[in-house]
């Protein structure tokens, strides 16, 4: 069977809610809730530097465009290079990353978002990339395919361990118990799957599935969002006292990732064609699986909502969604503990030819 590298190099480059709760207990014994080496407000229009969850491929292409561009320059920022986004090393967590001060910005999951701040990060959501987020149980038509919560019963699932808790979350919010199925530790390879050694795989609906028709299988995808897991992924994320001291630097880069994410949702040829080029050339990345990856992406991005009130929009519906999502996988939240939607609210308000109309996808 074909080996999936494409898989083997995206790895689900997130630190599960455990790790990320003892590097963050680090960060904060070591800073406590002070950022101002980083933060300072008499920076100005200093670069700002952005930890990411992942790595400089496609998923990264709206900061790439925004690089390539002269976006962030043009909001603002100067000096702004390739250095200043900074790819997942695999060994700590964006949001431990932000709270020692070494980057202004951070991006990742409210799976494991919402669990730092419960935790003690003077963390804040500021907006949400996705407006619905990816996680899917993957099984194949030519195996075991699973289409409905009742045919997940008595099925063996790949689940690796960072998303124990998401999955338990899962089972919970569709009244499974864990003796319901039968739970198998898996690494990230779709080998197990392809085999027929176990029934379905968690993974990301913008990439497994793709691997997996590039091996010649069907791909059948029982999505979380459709199942009581409404959270959201790629959340912008900064210290509360970044929010307050540093805004008008956050805005300026936020006004370049907008702008940044339009130019990557109008052409997503476009946007794998510049990782795969440029940025993310020491991958070996695949273009077409590229490409694939990043009109799988939009139908994630773009909803009525969004061009009502542009990219990123954290609307009350999200939020309550967000929150609801996070009760279920043990962590408990107000929305005030988590979200500040103001900021994105004052650059649409302010520039409100970033609203763009953008395609839908209907299907997703």
Not at 38 to 66: C, H, I, R
Not at 271 to 287: E, F, M, N, T
Request: negative net charge.
């Amino acid at each position: 069977m074909a080996h999936n590298t494409v898989l083997e190099r995206r790895r689900f480059r997130r630190v599960s809610t455990t790790t990320a709760t003892l590097f963050l207990a680090g960060a904060l014994a070591a800073c406590g809730s002070d950022t101002s080496a980083t933060n300072s407000s008499s920076a100005g229009s200093a670069p700002v530097t952005m930890q990411l969850s992942w790595l400089k491929d496609v998923t990264a292409s709206g900061e790439l465009f925004a690089l390539e561009n002269g976006y962030y320059t043009e909001a603002g920022l100067d000096g702004m290079t390739e250095s200043n986004i900074l790819a997942n090393s695999g060994s700590t967590s964006a949001e431990s990353v932000v709270v020692s001060g070494q980057a202004l910005v951070g991006m990742n999951s409210m799976a494991t978002t919402g669990p730092a701040i419960a935790q003690g990060a003077p963390l804040v959501v500021i907006a949400s990339l996705l407006q619905e987020n990816p996680y899917t149980l993957l099984s194949l038509q030519e195996r075991t395919p699973i289409r409905s919560i009742e045919d997940l019963k008595g099925k063996r699932v790949g689940v690796q361990s960072i998303n124990q808790v998401l999955w338990k979350g899962f089972l919970e919010a569709n009244g499974l118990s864990e003796s319901d199925v039968e739970t198998v530790p898996v690494e990230y390879s779709l080998a197990p799957l392809e085999t027929g050694d176990i029934d379905a795989y968690l993974s990301y609906r913008t990439n497994q599935p793709i691997t997996a028709q590039q091996d010649g299988y069907t791909p059948v995808l029982l999505n979380f969002a459709d199942h009581g897991m409404a959270f959201t992924s790629n959340l912008y994320f900064v210290t509360k006292d970044t929010l307050e001291r540093d805004r008008d630097r956050v805005k300026s880069f936020m006004i370049g990732e907008v702008r940044g994410w339009t130019d990557s949702v109008q052409n997503p040829a476009a946007a794998a064609q510049i990782a795969y080029d440029k940025y993310g050339a020491d991958l070996k990345l695949d273009l077409a699986q590229q490409t694939a990856q990043m009109n799988a992406q939009v139908g994630l991005m773009v909803t009525a909502d969004t061009n009502t009130h542009g990219l990123m929009t954290l609307s009350d519906q999200l939020i309550s969604d967000n929150l609801a999502a996070l009760e279920l996988m043990g962590t408990d939240l107000d929305a005030e503990q988590v979200f500040d939607p103001s900021l994105m609210e004052e650059i649409y308000s302010e520039n409100p030819s970033l609203v763009v109309q953008l395609p839908i996808d209907e299907e997703r």
